[in-house]
Structures are given as C-alpha cells and as structure tokens.
C-alpha cells in the first residue's frame, strides 16, 4: 500500500488483553509503508512482551521514562517530534483517563503531552467501564482536545461479558489512520443508522422486525470508500461492523433518536437505513410478564420520528431516507418524500418477505422531479451504486434524469 509510504506512527500499548491485537496491527502498519515505533506501559508490557513488538517494528521498544541509557538525549522528546501520527490502542479506562487530566506519570503519557502530533485512540475495556460517566465524560473531552477515536466496537468481552467496549479490529484502525483515499464524497461527514430497534414490552420480550442491518452496514462501508468520514448508529445488527467506520449501539427507538441528534452537528449526509419501530409499549414490566391470562393487551405509543426531525433541522444536511412497501411502493415512497421534506428516498419491495435480512436486494430511488430503479443485485453493489448517485445529486444540487 503507497498510501502509508513515510508516514511515521507511534504506537502507544495501554495495559488490556486487547494489547495482543496490536501485533496484526504494527504488521498492516509495515506493510502500508509506515515506519513504525512502539511504546508501552508498564501493564501493557504485562501483556505482550516487548521483544514481540521490538520483532515486529524492527525497532527497539520504549517502556520506562526514567531510563538513564535512553534519556541521556531527552529520547522522549525525540520520540515526540520524531512521530507524524501517534496512534494508543489498546486505550484503556485509566490511559484516557490521565489523558484527559494532562498527566505525565510515564513515557507513553509524556510522549502525549510533548507531541504535536494528530493523535488516534482505539479504546478497550469492559463495557461497565466504558459506559462510566467518569470514562464518557474523558472521552468527550479528548474529542474536544481534537483527539480522534476508533471504536470501541460490541460484542464478546475476554471477561465473559457482552457489550460496548472491544477495541477496534486493525484494520478498522489502519483504515482510520490512512484514511479512505479519494472519492465522491472526499471530506463529507456521513451519519447513517442501520438495523432494527428493539422495543422492550419487560426484560426479555420486545417488539421489533426482520432486519438484519445488512443494507446499512453496506452503505457505511460503500461511503467510506467514497472518501467519507463515516459514523453509524445501528441496532442489534445480524452482520458484522465495517471496519473503518465510526459505530454507536442504540437498541431502541428512543436511543437511536438521541444518538442521532447528538451526532448530527457538522453532518453533511444522512442516510436513515434503520428500520425503526413506529411504536412501542407504553411501559415495560421490570419482571417476566407470566401467561396467566388467556389475553393479553399491550397498549403502543409513537416513537421519535428520526427521519422526520433530522430533515427539519435548519441548517440540515443532505437528507436520505428508506421506505419499506409491500404495495403501491412509488406512490407511498412519494408521499413519504413530499411529507417529510427529504432530498431523496430509497424504496423496497418487502412484499412475502422480500428484502429484509436478504443478501440481495433492488431499489426504486424517488427525488423532487425524477427517479431511478435499481434492478436486484447483491446488497454491496447496490449501496455503491445508491452512494455514487447521491453523490452525484449533493455536487451538482441539480435534477438527475430518471431511467
């Protein structure tokens, strides 16, 4: 990969079982041409030995700060001007955490404060950590420093639980490093949700649908390798996340909508993919509810209507949004399209379980003033093609003959 040529990255290992992925990652690193210097922890170097990454990176490996050897030349200050990128992953609860306090109580820390360099943190932790206000707030305000972050991604934990909190896969983190390259969408800010929501009726039942996620999930990546900054906020999804794209979890209705509204400053494109509940139980039972009644009523309330808020917001990015039909699919995707003031909208025949959770799928696309079908074909393809044309439509603002 050229792409990487002379790009010299200092890898910085916080002390998590994460740290082990790291290894692949120094290795893509080499391999798109990146010159690559490791530091460590103290609990980093717990994990994996030092020798490892020294084999790997083909350069000694830093550990101590008060290493009389190393530092007869300020080596942590060379360290710091030497780095173009400095990437930190694993980023553990307690690394961010002296992070954000401006501490400098190590050599990776120091490093940090001393650079100048554009900085990239995967984090890694248990979900309870991660979900700490004290940890959320740490992350936010890193951000806000200009620190950029990948991941963390759902999932198995080493500690046997589930949730937020796994560090991102390398190559999600070398695509964040090197950047998607050019494309159609070279610079734009992409937020896009996918997957169905899950609306509790008590702590094991809910109400949701067939969505599998999989056209979301294509269309992220199909943005990314148009050259867009992208972030999904999905639901469960029964397809695995697209390296290099930013990801936030929402279950339901309600926490799509919040995520949404608090990623949606700067955006310049909105895809609404996710097939979201239209209702949800008024109350959800904090007990298994038990069938003891030959009956059962569940009295339903409206969600937050995502699509409907984000294209009302003033100023507001390009506006996209799906319409699943199982009849008069043009006309109710029109209506759609006029009633809620969208720039464009993408809709499927979901007719006999047409679609949903499919590997392939075919799409009428409805604009003000014109239209175009998409014949069936895998999910993939189809969201490159849906991504060029909206493209397309944002440069030129101008109508795109139908065919």
Known sequence: MEKGAELKV??????????????????????????????????????????????????????????????????????????????????????????????ADDLLTTICLATEAPMLLAPAMNRVMWEHPA??????????????????GTGG???????????????????ALLGPGTGPLTGKRVLIT???????????????????????????????DAGAE?????????????????????????????AVLRHIEGVDLFIAAAAVADYRPRTAADQKLKKNAAEM??????????????????PRPFVVGFAAETAELRENARVKLERKGLDMIAANDVSAGRAIGAPENSLTVLWPGGERLFPEQPKDDLARALIELIAKRMASGAETDSN
Request: hydrophobic share 50%; with cysteine.
């Open 297 to 314: 009523t569940v009295e339903l309330v409206r969600t937050p209507d995502i699509l409907a808020d984000v294209a009302a917001r003033r």
């Open 135 to 152: 940890t959320q707030a740490n992350h936010r305000l890193l951000q806000q420093r200009g620190v950029r972050m990948v991941g963390p």
């Open 10 to 103: 200092l890898l910085g290992i916080g002390g998590g079982i994460a740290a082990y992925k790291s290894c692949e990652l120094v290795r893509r690193l080499r391999e798109a041409g990146c010159a690559v210097r490791v530091v460590m922890t103290r609990a980093g170097a717990a994990f994996v030995t030092p020798l490892t990454f020294q084999a790997l990176s083909g350069h000694p490996v830093r550990v101590d700060l008060l290493d009389a050897e190393a530092e007869s030349g300020m080596d942590h200050i060379a360290l710091a001007r030497w780095a173009d990128r400095v990437v930190i992953a694993p980023a553990t609860a307690d690394l961010m955490a002296r992070l954000a306090a401006g501490l």
């Open 157 to 175: 934990q080493a500690c046997g639980e589930t949730g937020a909190g796994r560090m991102a896969e390398p190559q999600a983190i070398l695509h």
């Open 194 to 224: 996918a997957g169905p929501t899950q609306e509790p009726i008590d702590p094991v039942r809910f109400i949701g649908n067939r969505s599998s996620g999989r056209m979301g999930v294509a269309l992220a990546a199909a943005a990314r």
């Open 230 to 258: 992208v972030r999904m906020v999905h639901g469960p999804l029964g397809v695995a996340l697209p390296a290099g794209v930013n990801t936030v979890a929402a279950d339901t209705a309600e926490s799509m909508h919040a």
